[in-house]
């Protein structure tokens, strides 16, 4: 089974104040994208489904995947949004548990002016309560933000995540060094896994080449070994500087250097089997 372990869908015509984070430089998403304009693109590749990850911070949007999700059967699982840092975390959890398709939780960890965001004792109480519901949690991490998402892994030992995008790392290479340290430290605990996606939009848009990103895979297959990686488009978001083909075949083609059972797993069995899809 070949999955897509991160996309994104929305409507923006009908909720363009629910985006704030699409700035002019990203005017080309402002307009809908939905799992009948995903369909066609998905199926040429012979990609049989996919997770759809929460791109707005309020708790309508987690209702909105899960609606997508009933009515579309390549729709795996669903990554949405609870504040986690709510008193009544238990409850707001709880309002959504129950629905199968409900497999995971995202905060904009990377978004935070508090590089300690991950592991302050709000954020670590609301994640510390996704274990005993069977849910996954997505880091999203700049480089500065590793060192406390590893003190929040290391206090909840037993909980599954998975670093989004590896950690987008800047593709000029200024921090490559940082990122390579807190990369390989956060892969040493085996309850960890990295979504090779958000590649290309961390380099020049209009002029990347494929062969940048290999020793930034590389690094991560060494240190994540393949049976914790799995791809993810990012599409929409890939659409600034790719197509959806040119994000999954991007590492596709990276991945021929693997064992076909390498391969398989990094392509979709790591995915299902971190979503429990």
């Known amino acids: ?160 995540f998975v670093v989004d995008h590896i950690a987008k790392p800047k593709m000029d290479g200024i921090d490559r060094d940082e990122w390579e340290t807190g990369i390989r430290s956060i892969a040493e605990r085996p309850n960890v896994f990295c979504k090779l996606s958000g590649l290309v939009t961390e380099a020049n848009w209009s002029n990347w080449k494929p062969e940048s990103f290999g020793p930034y895979l590389d690094t991560v297959l060494e240190a994540f070994g393949a049976g914790r990686l799995m791809v993810g488009s990012d599409w929409p978001v890939c659409t600034l500087a790719t197509s959806y083909a040119g994000a999954i075949g991007l590492v596709a083609e990276w991945s021929r250097k693997l064992s076909d059972d390498e391969r398989a797993d990094v392509m979709g069995k790591n995915c299902a089997r971190f979503y429990s899809v």
């Open 1 to 160: 089974m070949k999955l897509d372990s991160h996309q994104h869908f929305w409507r923006y015509a009908a909720n363009p104040g629910d985006f704030p984070w699409m700035t002019d430089d990203l005017a080309a998403l402002r307009r809908d994208f939905l799992p009948e304009d995903l369909a066609p693109l998905r199926e040429d590749l012979a990609v049989d489904g996919t997770i759809a990850v929460q791109a707005r911070e309020m708790e309508v949007e987690t209702d909105f995947l899960l609606g997508l999700a009933r009515d579309d059967k390549s729709i795996k699982g669903i990554v949405g949004w609870v504040d986690l840092c709510a008193k009544d975390v238990e409850a707001r959890l709880d309002r959504f548990a129950g629905n199968p398709a409900f497999r995971g939780v995202r905060m904009l960890i990377h978004d935070r002016a508090d590089l300690d965001f991950a592991d302050s004792a709000p954020h670590l109480r609301g994640v510390s309560c996704l274990e005993s519901r069977g849910l996954t949690y997505d880091l999203l991490l700049r480089t500065a933000h590793i060192e406390a998402a590893i003190r929040l892994v290391d206090k909840l030992p037993h909980q599954r």
